[in-house]
């Protein structure tokens, strides 16, 4: 069963740092590329990283630049976000993304999503 285990969500004050995970089984990890997504209540879900399959290549939304970083563990099926400099603006549920295939054949597995909530 393919399965996509988030985990490190929680409250944080505003300025400081969280580290999401995304733990994957059931597919073969190192062939997809990996995305974070957030949805804000009342707000459409956006895409916040990708990070891809081939070299690791990232792309960040511009809101998030300069203070997020995806990043992948291909032995451990892990992809991770990191999160400094945290803002009220940035409490949405997180979610874990994959995407691949082949040639016509695509697909894309969803997480559960992890809330991140930015207060103080």
């Known amino acids: 069963q393919v399965q996509l285990v988030e985990s490190g969500g929680g409250l944080v004050q505003p300025g400081g740092s969280l580290r999401l995970s995304c733990a994957a089984s059931?597919?073969?990890?190192?062939?997809?590329?990996m995305s974070w997504y957030r949805q804000a209540p009342g707000k459409e879900r956006e895409l916040v990283a990708a990070i891809t399959s081939t070299d690791g290549s990232t792309n960040y939304a511009d809101s998030v630049k300069g203070r997020f970083t995806i990043s992948r563990d291909n032995a451990k099926n892990t992809v991770y976000l990191q999160m400094n400099s945290l803002k009220p603006e940035d409490t949405a549920v997180y979610y874990c993304?994959?995407?691949?295939?082949?040639?016509?054949?695509?697909?894309?597995?969803w997480g559960q999503g992890t809330q991140v909530t930015v207060s103080s």
């Open positions: 059931g597919f073969t990890f190192s062939r997809y590329a």
């Open positions: 993304n994959a995407k691949g295939g082949v040639g016509a054949i695509k697909v894309a597995y």
